[in-house]
């Protein structure tokens, strides 16, 4: 009978399937895999008090990733309702030229128009390079008018999240860091547009064709163009980092992206140089 | 069979079992996260609707026997061939993509937009079996697994696989009703078991995390079956050690885990029909509670149709089974109790169609 071979290679069977590398660390003795657990009950502060800990002792990007997770979710942003968003963002095409726009923007477009007829008027070749900031803004703005606008103290968590991931160099963390910088750029847009509404009731109230100059001139410059430089150039900033994050994890997309970013850069600057020569 | 012959053999297969849990608790691994009955299981009605107890009712339904020994019992030969699928079907496709490396954002997207745990599964097979010997082969068994968790940033533990599987069953009368059996079983796997964020997955360069590995295996079963024919509800003991194999590459998600099967069955006598209860237990590096061993079963079949079901510590299932002249058609409903990942109670509960024919 063919016991005893049979009970041998029973027996190297048993040998060789004990014969393993030791396996990973178990996912329930995992620390990050705890945080989860906990933001997924809803105990935001206490994933992020776990993590802040874990991140100065594990180096692991998860960590950074689940960090950054956590300050997200107490600021109320849940990407798994956006991420489609990113699978498919593409860039704007900025044009110098011609101004397109919606809303605010195709308003005070026609504003600028009566303002041609008038070239002896201070203060509209600021307002011009004005407009087409703002219309090189909402092509931007367009592209992510889904993702949710975040107010007050959540706005610091939102950038201590972005502060997290920084360092990594991981594609996936980078991509989530740009995602969670359109939000804030778009939080900040729109703080930008409710001034602007305020801009344009003032200019609105005025027949640009027939306006006294010293008048206009009067009313244009009284335009903080100042505070628009500032916040427009430093909305212009957080866009270029951001999407230097999206070039990280999309290499393919690099050119098309910075070219779009390149033309917002320099509307903004031909804003700031108007902005300084009018009204002097 | 004498009282000190029957004391004799208890002895022994006390003995034989505490020396295969001791080396079982010696080749423990962590435990995967897909359940083992769907990484490890069977896929056929028979296997769902009764769980371990059909290493100890041979209901004939499958393809080849779960426990090798049965194909001793086997007299005529015959053709098989059938197929079977779960839950979630319609990622049938998108799975197969992933598994080919041709994943794209589409597929991705419909596999990601789940809710937090989502199986599937799969199987074609064929099988001939005459007395002391079956063949069967599985040209295409197909398994999927993901697991969502964070919201805030989704991580998903993803498991797809695609197996090639051939079985040989051989088996052999040893004298006083006693039957021994073996299976060989070969196991070609290509699978994707990873973790990542769902960011990973949508920046360009996710081949890491995405990229199939193939695992081969070979398993040795082995199997015996003893019977009292002359007992009125006809006894039978069954004991099958499986998932007893070397593999090439280890996986944690496939490991060579032994699973020892020891059970009981009896056929009571009944008016109609043909009725068959059993006991399996079953022991493996996943045991922790005295309760995870035990699960019972049932079939009665009658005419063309054939119920079963089982019922263990935190699962249960019920399979219902048609015959019409050569082709048979079933339907297994399974139902498993589980803490989900914050800790509440959840049951998990899928619906599986088989068909196939008989030659």
């Known amino acids: ?280 | 069979m004498s009282l000190k012959n029957l004391c004799r053999e208890v002895l022994l297969m006390s003995i034989v079992v505490t020396i295969i849990s001791g080396l079982m608790a010696s080749l423990a691994h962590a435990a995967p996260s897909a359940p083992r009955s769907l990484t490890l299981g069977l896929s056929d009605s028979d296997d769902k609707a009764l769980g371990g107890v059909c290493h100890s009712l041979d209901v004939g339904g499958q393809a080849l026997p779960c426990n090798p020994a049965f194909i001793a019992r086997e007299t005529k030969p015959n053709f098989r061939a059938q197929l079977f699928a779960g839950n979630n079907i319609s990622y049938m496709q998108d799975v197969s993509k992933l598994l080919d490396g041709e994943g794209d954002r589409e597929n991705m997207q419909r596999l990601f937009s789940q809710t937090r745990a989502s199986e599937m599964e799969a199987n074609l097979e064929g099988a001939y079996r005459r007395p002391t010997f079956g063949v069967a082969f599985s040209p295409y068994r197909l398994m999927y697994y993901s697991f969502i968790r964070n919201r805030s940033l989704p991580v998903i533990t993803l498991l797809a696989a695609q197996e090639q599987t051939l079985r040989f069953q051989f088996a052999g009368y040893a004298g006083d009703d006693w039957s021994w059996g073996l299976q060989v079983r070969g196991v070609r796997r290509t699978f994707i078991a990873s973790t990542f964020s769902i960011t990973d997955a949508f920046s360009e360069d996710h081949d890491d995390i995405l990229g199939p590995r193939q695992q081969s295996a070979v398993y040795l079963e082995p199997g015996f079956l003893k019977e009292y024919p002359d007992s009125p509800w006809r006894t039978q003991f069954t004991g099958t050690l499986s998932q007893l194999g070397a593999v090439d590459r280890k996986a944690d998600d496939f490991p060579t885990s032994p699973e020892l099967h020891l059970g009981s069955a009896v056929r009571p006598p009944v008016s109609l029909g043909e009725l068959e209860l059993g006991l399996d237990l079953a022991f493996s590096s996943q045991t922790s509670h005295w309760s995870d061993p035990f699960r019972l079963g049932a079939s009665y079949e009658i005419g063309v149709t054939k119920v079963s079901g089982s019922a263990g510590a935190s699962e249960h299932a019920f399979g219902f089974q048609l015959r019409y002249w050569d082709m048979t058609g079933g339907l297994t409903y399974t139902s498993r109790w589980i803490k989900n990942w914050i800790g509440e109670d959840e049951w998990v509960r899928t619906v599986y169609l088989q068909f196939g024919f008989n030659i």
């Open chain 1, 1 to 280: 009978m063919a016991l005893k071979p049979l009970i041998f290679l029973l027996s190297l069977f048993l040998v060789l399937g004990g014969c393993s590398p030791k396996p990973e660390t178990p996912v329930d003795k995992d620390p990050v895999e705890n945080a989860y657990r906990r933001l997924d009950r809803g105990d935001t502060s206490g994933a992020i008090a776990q993590l802040e800990t874990l991140m100065r002792e594990d180096p692991r990007p998860e960590v950074r990733d689940a960090l950054a997770s956590a300050y997200a979710a107490r600021a109320g942003v849940f990407i798994d309702s956006y991420w489609g968003l990113i699978s498919s963002f593409r860039a704007p095409v900025i044009s110098n030229d011609q101004i397109r726009g919606t809303g605010v923007v195709a308003r005070l477009a026609r504003i600028l128009t009566q303002l041609e007829s008038r070239p002896e008027l201070a203060g509209s070749q600021g307002l011009a390079q004005l407009v087409k900031v703002m219309a090189s803004l909402e092509l931007w703005q367009r592209r992510i008018d889904t993702l949710p606008v975040v107010e007050g103290p959540a706005r610091q968590d939102l950038f201590r999240a972005m502060q997290v991931l920084e360092p990594t160099r991981k594609q996936g963390s980078r991509l989530y860091r740009a995602l969670l910088g359109l939000v804030w750029f778009r939080s900040e847009l729109q703080d930008g547009y409710h001034g602007w509404g305020r801009i344009e009731a003032t200019l609105q109230k005025q027949d640009w064709r027939k306006t006294d100059p010293a008048q206009g001139r009067r009313i244009l410059c009284d335009i903080n163009f100042q505070q628009f430089t500032e916040w427009s150039a430093r909305l212009v900033s957080v866009l270029g980092a951001t999407i230097e994050d999206v070039t990280v994890a999309y290499p393919s997309k690099r050119d098309e992206l910075r070219q779009a970013v390149r033309e917002s850069e320099r509307i903004s600057r031909q804003f700031e140089n108007a902005g300084r020569t009018t009204c002097r």
